[in-house]
C-alpha cells in the first residue's frame, strides 16, 4: 500500500467524505479501517494499569445506562422509526448523545436498521444470524462493503446538514466524550483526592470499557434478539422476544414485538414487559420535550399470533 493510499485511509477515520467504495466490493473486512475498533478493546486492557475505583466504576455504569438511552429512544426508535416527533433543536440534541455511543453518525445508523426491517433474515438483510452469528454481530459493519450510508433509506433525514454533518465526522463527538471523561477524572483527583481516581482511570472506564460494553449490547439486539427468545408474532423472520436483552438494551430485547409493529414508541407491548426506554419517553414527553408518541393499535396487539393465546 502506498503512503497517499495509507494516509486516505487514516482520514477516513475522521472524514467519511473521503470514501470512495466500488460497486462490487465484497464482504471482506477492511481491517485498515477497523484499527479504532481493534484498538478500543485493546485499551480496555488498560483496567489492569489504572487500577479502579467506586467513583469510575458508577461514572462507567451511567456512561453505559445514558448512552443505551440515547441509542434505543434516539437512534433507533426516532431516527430510524419516527416513532415520536420532537424540535429540530432537540432532533440535533438527540443526535449528538446518540453519537457519544460510538456507532457512528445517526443516518448511517437509521439507514442500515431501515434496510434490516425491510429484508429480515432473507437474503438481503445485512446483519441476519442466518449468514452467521459473528457475521450479525459484528462482521456486518466491519466490511467496506456497508461502510457507506444507503441514502435511498433515509432521503428524510439527508435534509438536515447538521444531521450529515454529524454523520461525515462520526469521531468527532466520540473523541471529545472521551477526553470529558479524561478531564473529569484529572478534575476529581485534584477537587476530591479522597475518591482516589484519576484522568487515565476515568478515561478507561468511563469511556473505553462503557463504550465496548455498550457496542456489544446494542449488536446483540441484531445477533441474539433474533436466536434467543420467545415468539409471539408470526413476523416472517426470527425475531424474538428475551427479557434478559430487554434489562440491559434498556427494552429493546422485545424485539418480535418490534419486528410485528416497527414504529411503536414502546417496544413492550404488555405491562410486564420492562421497558426502560418507553418509561423515560414517556417522562420526556410530559415535559413537552417530545409528543406523539406512536402507540400499538389494539387490533395489532393480537393480530397474526403465533398461536391463540399470547405467549
Ligand atoms: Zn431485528
Ligand atoms: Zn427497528
Not at 438527540?94 to 442500515?112: C, D, E, K, V
Request: net charge positive; with cysteine; hydrophobic share 50%.
Amino acid at each position: 500500500m502506498s503512503l497517499q493510499a495509507i494516509v486516505i485511509k487514516v482520514l477516513v477515520w475522521f472524514d467519511n467524505s473521503n470514501v470512495k467504495i466500488a460497486d462490487n466490493v465484497g464482504e471482506a473486512i477492511d481491517w485498515m479501517r477497523v484499527i479504532p475498533f481493534i484498538l478500543m478493546h485493546l485499551v480496555c486492557l488498560l483496567v489492569f494499569v489504572v487500577g479502579f475505583s467506586p467513583v469510575a466504576l458508577w461514572v462507567a455504569l451511567g456512561s453505559y445506562l445514558v448512552r443505551m438511552f440515547a441509542i434505543t429512544a434516539f437512534y433507533h426508535r426516532y431516527f430510524s422509526h419516527k416513532a415520536f416527533k420532537t424540535s429540530r433543536v432537540c432532533q440535533f440534541i438527540f443526535a449528538l448523545l446518540g453519537a457519544t455511543a460510538t456507532q457512528r453518525g445517526p443516518i448511517w445508523w437509521a439507514s442500515h436498521h431501515r434496510r434490516h426491517h425491510l429484508y429480515s433474515d432473507t437474503a438481503k438483510d445485512i446483519h441476519s444470524p442466518r449468514q452467521g452469528f459473528l457475521w450479525s454481530h459484528i462482521g456486518w459493519f466491519l466490511c467496506l462493503k456497508n461502510f457507506t450510508t444507503q441514502g435511498h433509506c433515509v432521503r428524510d433525514l439527508l435534509k438536515y446538514p447538521e444531521l450529515v454533518l454529524l454523520d461525515r465526522f462520526d469521531s468527532i463527538v466520540p473523541i471529545f466524550y472521551a477526553l470529558s471523561m479524561l478531564f473529569l477524572g484529572q478534575y476529581l483527583e485534584f477537587a476530591f483526592p479522597e475518591l482516589k481516581t484519576n484522568g487515565s482511570q476515568m478515561l478507561v472506564w468511563g469511556y473505553f470499557v462503557s463504550t465496548i460494553v455498550l457496542i456489544h449490547c446494542t449488536l446483540f439486539v441484531n445477533s441474539l434478539a433474533h436466536v434467543l427468545g420467545t415468539r409471539r408474532y408470526e413476523t416472517g423472520d426470527d425475531s424474538r422476544n428475551n427479557l434478559f436483552i430487554a434489562l440491559f438494551a434498556l427494552g429493546e430485547g422485545w424485539h418480535n414485538n418490534h419486528h410485528h409493529y416497527p414504529v411503536s414508541a414502546r417496544q413492550g407491548f404488555f405491562w410486564w414487559e420492562i421497558d426502560i426506554s418507553y418509561y423515560l419517553l414517556r417522562l420526556m414527553s410530559l415535559f413537552g420535550i417530545i409528543w406523539d408518541l406512536k402507540p400499538v393499535p389494539a387490533n395489532r396487539l393480537h393480530s397474526k399470533l403465533v398461536k391463540q393465546g399470547l405467549q
